[in-house]
């Protein structure tokens, strides 16, 4: 599957033959409200996006994307989180592939004969909005700017989670666009306290972003759960603290 914020014209462009487009927006998120600009998608929506892609639970499914991995670790931990048992994700995404000289397809996509997957959320971890003072380790993936509340271009409020230690996704990816070794992410992440046996959790804006690092973790062999209405969701409620600057 592909996807990201470019939408099915760049995927007519040019994409894995074989792929189905599936479309961040509205089949990875729900619409925007108090629950975030990108909260969970609705169950039977996903379910039925997931199956109009062909997937089923009992084949493994490799997701892509041209967005440096986000959209594919968003989609990654949907399909996980509801409960499917092999999911893969290209790494290096359309560029790598297309770099490396692989077989393209361009158009609409094939005929897909609809999957079997059934959705049953819960089967990842995650946090909510309460939850996320529990943690021992609270991974913020936005850029460093955004964290520290020098620069906000999305929401309306700059800053952070009071607590919330910051490794951008960038962190996560060598030059060549692919994820760096399992032994080099652990050092990333030890770095701020995120280790094996720890409870970590990772937020971003919106919720998208945060799965790069959930996958990231993953790699380096740290089970972290997603809050999934991040940023865009606490900063909902004015009750709940901001914290600005290098200070967690």
Do not use: K
């Not at 990842?124 to 906000?152: H, I, K």
């Amino acid at each position: 599957m592909g996807g990201g914020p470019a939408g099915p014209g760049e995927y007519a462009a040019g994409h894995v033959p074989g792929a189905s487009y599936v479309d961040l927006d509205t089949a990875l998120a729900a619409p925007p409200g108090a629950a975030g600009r990108h909260p969970l998608p609705d169950t039977a929506v996903f379910e039925a996006a997931m199956r109009a892609a062909g997937v089923s639970g009992d084949r493994p499914v490799v997701v892509y994307d041209d967005w440096a991995g986000h959209a594919a670790a968003r989609c990654w931990w949907l399909l996980r989180y509801h409960g499917h048992p092999d999911v893969r994700v290209l790494d290096g995404g359309w560029s790598a592939w297309a770099a490396a000289g692989q077989p393209a397809e361009t158009g609409p996509g094939p005929d897909v004969e609809p999957g079997s997957f059934t959705a049953r959320p819960g089967a990842a971890p995650m946090v909510t909005a309460d939850d996320v003072g529990s943690v021992d380790v609270l991974v913020d993936a936005r850029a460093a700017v955004r964290y520290r509340g020098e620069s906000e271009p999305i929401d309306p409020v700059a800053g952070h989670i009071p607590g919330a230690v910051n490794v951008p996704t960038s962190l996560n990816l060598g030059e060549d666009g692919r994820f760096r070794p399992a032994a080099e992410l652990r050092e990333v992440y030890t770095a701020v306290g995120a280790t094996e046996g720890a409870r970590v959790a990772a937020y971003c804006g919106s919720g998208v972003t945060a799965a790069h690092d959930v996958l990231a973790l993953e790699v380096a062999g740290i089970t972290a759960a997603l809050y999934p209405g991040s940023w865009s969701e606490w900063i909902a409620d004015p009750s709940r603290p901001v914290a600005t600057g290098d200070t967690p």
